[in-house]
């Protein structure tokens, strides 16, 4: 089964369909999912709102790369990541908070954050709790959105694309495809790390890095 955090969880090729692993896709994704973790009862953290771009010292956009983002890599503690999203982009659009399969006490704990079609997800190690400390361990883009100003994917990473044309640009990229009951999942990886994945094999939906994984 395929969980998520809010709609986080779409079907995505899991880099293994065992156990429990995080998964991400911000709401508005197609892709079908299982389960849900409700919106944390505590309220969310203030923020700082960004600078304005003409403000002295304003901040470029935040590059969501392979390894995670410009500034912050995948492992980082989230509240290292968090500041530096907080910085450039303000408050979050929704938090969310979790048990990343909330059927089963021993997941991990996870967190999300959502800005706009983007998410950002974080999660504790196996049988965390709410208060346990989170790492970040993923991004994902619904390409039906378009990102902030302050936020922009990698170069070389097309926005609008399908997976036709993914495998012509990354010739050493893996086409794979998940079935996970009546629902199928494609996904594209290319060979740094960031995978496109889509319900059909014509044209992704989402694009994303870090863990995805699902929960049986």
Sequence with gaps: ???SLRALGAAGAALALTGCASM???????????????PSASPAPSHTSAPPSDAPGASTAVVLEAGGLSGADFGSAESRVEALLTANAGQP????????????DASPYGRQLSYGGAAFLFQSK???????????????I??????????KLADGYPAEVTFATLKT??????????????????????PSGIWYRGDDDKRPSDVGSGAMGACE
């Design 1 to 3: 089964m395929v969980i």
């Design 24 to 38: 991400a896709s911000p709401g508005g994704s197609s892709s079908p999912s299982v389960g849900s973790v409700r």
């Design 93 to 104: 659009d929704d938090t969310y908070a979790g048990r990343v399969c909330d059927f089963d």
């Design 126 to 140: 196996a049988k965390g709790t709410a208060t346990s400390p989170r790492t970040f361990t993923s991004w994902v």
């Design 142 to 151: 619904n390409l039906d959105q378009k990102l902030q100003p302050t936020m």
């Design 169 to 190: 640009a990354f010739p050493k990229g893996k086409m794979t495809t998940i079935t996970l009951g009546e629902s199928m999942v494609h996904v594209f990886r290319t």
